[in-house]
T-cell receptor, first 116, second 114 residues
């Protein structure tokens, strides 16, 4: 079974600065997706960014980018020019492509605080 | 708006009672997933349905059951409720068998058991 580990329960960053959230995962599969979801105080789950494992190029969405290291099974999220609205719980998630229609497996989350 | 609708948004009930949570997936999505999020914890997978049939089971208690109807909406039934069942219950949907993208989440149903 796949597992996802987020070793930073809490992180903080100054507004306009850059922060990196860490995620590692364990799998024997070669085809999969990785995601970062954001959960603000409203508790809504919002997709931030996704990465297909077969793509070598790291995904980027505006101020959000990932550092995907497949061999190391590492998938970190970098938030540039942090804004107050970025404050949320961030979850890393894994989805198998080798099992059709499979579930998402989530890490335990990292609570990000943005200081003005 | 993800297109996934969950009702009710909030529910308060007593121990020993039974409740039903409802989920309408995005139009065209065949798969429905249920997750439980207890206070300050991650999301735990409960169960998945695909086009009316159970596809996968996670850490779902025997007191809990679910089903997906012909119109693809799903219900999660929680019975003999205990204090520890208080949580946020998410429903998510995806296209289905060949879908390789993300899951789309509803806003959740917050259950409080007193």
């Amino acid at each position: 079974a796949q597992t996802v580990t987020q070793s930073q329960p809490e992180m903080s960053v100054q507004e306009a600065e850059t922060v990196t959230l860490s995620c590692t995962y364990d799998t024997s599969e070669s085809d999969y997706y990785l995601f970062w979801y954001k959960q603000p105080p409203s508790r809504q789950m919002i997709l931030v960014i996704r990465q297909e494992a077969y793509k070598q190029q790291n995904a980027t969405e505006n101020r959000f980018s990932v550092n995907f290291q497949k061999a190391a099974k590492s998938f970190s999220l970098k938030i540039s020019d942090s804004q107050l609205g970025d404050a949320a719980m961030y979850f890393c998630a894994y989805r198998s492509l080798e099992t059709s229609g499979s579930r998402l497996t989530f890490g335990e989350g990292t609570q990000l605080t943005v200081n003005p | 708006d993800s297109g996934v609708t969950q009702t009710p948004k909030h529910l308060i009930t007593a121990t020993g009672q039974r409740v039903t949570l409802r989920c309408s997936p995005r139009s065209g999505d065949l798969s429905v997933y249920w997750y439980q999020q207890s206070l300050d914890q991650g999301l735990q997978f409960l169960i998945q349905y695909y086009n009316g049939e159970e596809r996968a089971k996670g850490n779902i208690l025997e007191r809990f059951s679910a089903q997906q109807f012909p119109d693809l909406h799903s219900e999660l039934n929680l019975s003999s409720l205990e204090l520890g069942d208080s949580a946020l219950y998410f429903c998510a949907s995806s296209v289905g068998r060949l879908n390789t993208g993300e899951l789309f989440f509803g806003e959740g149903s917050r259950l409080t058991v007193l």
